[in-house]
């Protein structure tokens, strides 16, 4: 294979990939890694020959990152001290004359990308990036009510302040819990009324992934590819393939850990790291629908995968903002569609030329997929979602956890 130059290579290319993913070849065969290769070269000439708006310059930043595989601690020769780093991804300081001649040069970042108007409210800086959590406005009625208090000692429970701190305290088995103050929401802007219900909720993620007991397996970012993405969603298969799900990431060191939400947000998903660097997912199943799940997993997954660097940033995210403007999260939307529905097989399948029932079911069938899914892409893209609503299969998901209980 070669880098595609012409539209009647990219078309064979195309070509070429659906009869390999309709082979569903097995991880680390051949078919496996000539599709990998062929989705890169795909990529490759719609990237040059797609044009596109001039990022954000936070964007274009972290999108190098993410392509170059660098961390925060990367930039400190290219932007100053890691706090300064930090300060200018968290969109908390701005480019200075040298930082933009840095990066352009160290990252390959064209000037006029860095020297735009950065965007703002991506990202919740204020109360937690200072320290100065107030504890009052935790909403602890909430809280109680869906029992995460129950496994502190009744000994807190004098007043609502010391029930929070002791909830907190389970992060950090009762010290001051500073690398979770300090973490920046990424890819929400969330309001000041939701910002103590996202903290919480995010705190009780942690809580509840700390004390899984998860199979002694050491992420390595290395493992997970497209086609560990595609083996992932074809658990979507099957009745209670939301708790295989749990299980299969597991045993590649990451926790997915399922929390209703709290009544006043709106969050479907999150990405953060533990102390120990071990990834965790959240979601809330705010949609009780089998298409929302597996694209709300895939799309965290890779913020996991590509995006997430540090233990002082979390990625929030809502089905509502699949169509992004930032470049991370439309990275993570493209990953989740192709993982579920590759592009080359999608455009061409008669699901999408002349959608019937039969039509979804056969694709489904090809894919290894749930039929929802099917469905559900077809209802986003037209716009009309009245349609093959009897295939969603809609409450389906909570039933895979009925330990939980969702308002």
Same mark, same amino acid.
């Given at each position: 294979m070669k880098v595609i130059k012409s539209e009647k290579e990219y078309h064979a290319a195309l070509s070429e990939a659906e009869r390999l993913v309709a082979l569903d070849p097995e991880l680390a065969t051949n078919e496996a890694e000539r599709l990998e290769l062929l989705t890169l070269l795909l990529e490759d000439f719609e990237k040059r020959n797609f044009p596109f708006n001039v990022p954000d !310059?936070?964007? #274009?930043?972290?999108?190098?990152?993410?392509?170059?595989?660098?961390?925060? +601690?990367?930039?400190?020769?290219?932007?100053?001290?890691?706090?300064?780093? =930090?300060?200018?991804?968290?969109? +908390?300081?701005?480019?200075?004359?040298?930082?933009?001649?840095?990066?352009?040069?160290?990252?390959?970042? !064209?000037?006029?990308a860095l020297v735009a108007e950065p965007a703002i409210g991506h990202v919740v800086s204020g109360i937690a990036v200072s320290g100065e959590i107030d504890l009052k406005k935790f909403p602890v009625k909430e809280m109680e009510k869906l029992g995460w208090f129950e496994s502190l000692k009744k000994?807190?429970? =004098?007043?609502?302040?010391?029930?929070?701190? /002791?909830?907190?305290?389970?992060?950090?088995?009762?010290? #001051?819990?500073?690398?979770?103050?300090?973490?920046?929401?990424?890819?929400?802007?969330?309001?000041?009324?939701?910002?103590?219900?996202?903290?919480?909720?995010?705190?009780?993620?942690l809580v509840r992934a700390k004390g899984a007991n998860l199979p002694q397996t050491k992420f390595d970012p290395a493992k997970i590819t497209p086609a560990l993405l595609r083996e992932l969603g074809q658990l979507s298969w099957f009745e +209670?393939?939301?708790?295989? #799900?749990?299980?299969?990431?597991?045993?590649?060191?990451?926790?997915?850990?399922?929390?209703?939400?709290?009544?006043?947000?709106?969050?479907?998903? /999150?990405a953060m790291l533990m102390e120990n660097n071990?990834?965790?997912?959240?979601?809330?199943?705010?949609?009780?629908?089998?298409?929302?799940?597996?694209?709300?997993?895939?799309?965290? %997954?890779?913020?996991?995968?590509?995006? %997430?660097?540090?233990?002082?940033?979390?990625?929030?995210?809502?089905?509502?903002?699949?169509?992004? +403007?930032? /470049?991370?999260e439309k990275e993570a939307n493209r990953i989740a569609r192709d993982a579920l529905i590759p592009r080359a097989i999608w455009?061409? =399948?008669?699901?999408?030329? /002349? !959608?019937?029932?039969?039509?979804?079911?056969?694709?489904?069938?090809?894919?290894?997929?749930?039929?929802?899914?099917?469905?559900?892409? %077809?209802?986003?893209?037209t716009g009309r979602y009245d349609n093959f609503r009897d295939i969603l299969a809609n409450g389906a998901v909570r039933k895979c956890f009925p330990e939980l209980v969702f308002h």
């Amino acid at each position: 294979m070669k880098v595609i130059k012409s539209e009647k290579e990219y078309h064979a290319a195309l070509s070429e990939a659906e009869r390999l993913v309709a082979l569903d070849p097995e991880l680390a065969t051949n078919e496996a890694e000539r599709l990998e290769l062929l989705t890169l070269l795909l990529e490759d000439f719609e990237k040059r020959n797609f044009p596109f708006n001039v990022p954000d !310059p936070i964007d #274009a930043i972290e999108f190098r990152m993410s392509e170059q595989g660098l961390r925060q +601690k990367d930039l400190v020769p290219l932007i100053g001290s890691r706090s300064r780093v =930090s300060e200018v991804l968290g969109r +908390k300081r701005p480019l200075t004359v040298q930082m933009i001649r840095s990066l352009s040069i160290g990252l390959g970042i !064209p000037l006029e990308a860095l020297v735009a108007e950065p965007a703002i409210g991506h990202v919740v800086s204020g109360i937690a990036v200072s320290g100065e959590i107030d504890l009052k406005k935790f909403p602890v009625k909430e809280m109680e009510k869906l029992g995460w208090f129950e496994s502190l000692k009744k000994g807190v429970r =004098s007043n609502s302040e010391d029930m929070v701190r /002791a909830f907190l305290a389970q992060l950090t088995g009762g010290s #001051a819990a500073q690398a979770f103050y300090r973490r920046t929401f990424r890819g929400e802007e969330i309001d000041d009324k939701a910002y103590y219900s996202t903290l919480a909720w995010t705190a009780r993620v942690l809580v509840r992934a700390k004390g899984a007991n998860l199979p002694q397996t050491k992420f390595d970012p290395a493992k997970i590819t497209p086609a560990l993405l595609r083996e992932l969603g074809q658990l979507s298969w099957f009745e +209670k393939g939301p708790r295989l #799900a749990v299980e299969f990431l597991a045993k590649y060191g990451i926790a997915l850990i399922v929390e209703p939400r709290l009544p006043n947000t709106r969050l479907d998903g /999150a990405a953060m790291l533990m102390e120990n660097n071990v990834p965790v997912i959240g979601l809330t199943l705010r949609f009780n629908r089998v298409d929302y799940f597996w694209f709300t997993l895939i799309h965290e %997954l890779a913020h996991v995968w590509k995006h %997430l660097n540090s233990i002082d940033e979390a990625f929030i995210d809502r089905l509502e903002n699949i169509d992004s +403007k930032l /470049a991370l999260e439309k990275e993570a939307n493209r990953i989740a569609r192709d993982a579920l529905i590759p592009r080359a097989i999608w455009k061409r =399948s008669e699901a999408f030329l /002349a !959608p019937t029932k039969q039509a979804i079911q056969e694709l489904a069938d090809q894919l290894h997929i749930h039929p929802a899914i099917v469905a559900g892409r %077809l209802q986003f893209e037209t716009g009309r979602y009245d349609n093959f609503r009897d295939i969603l299969a809609n409450g389906a998901v909570r039933k895979c956890f009925p330990e939980l209980v969702f308002h």
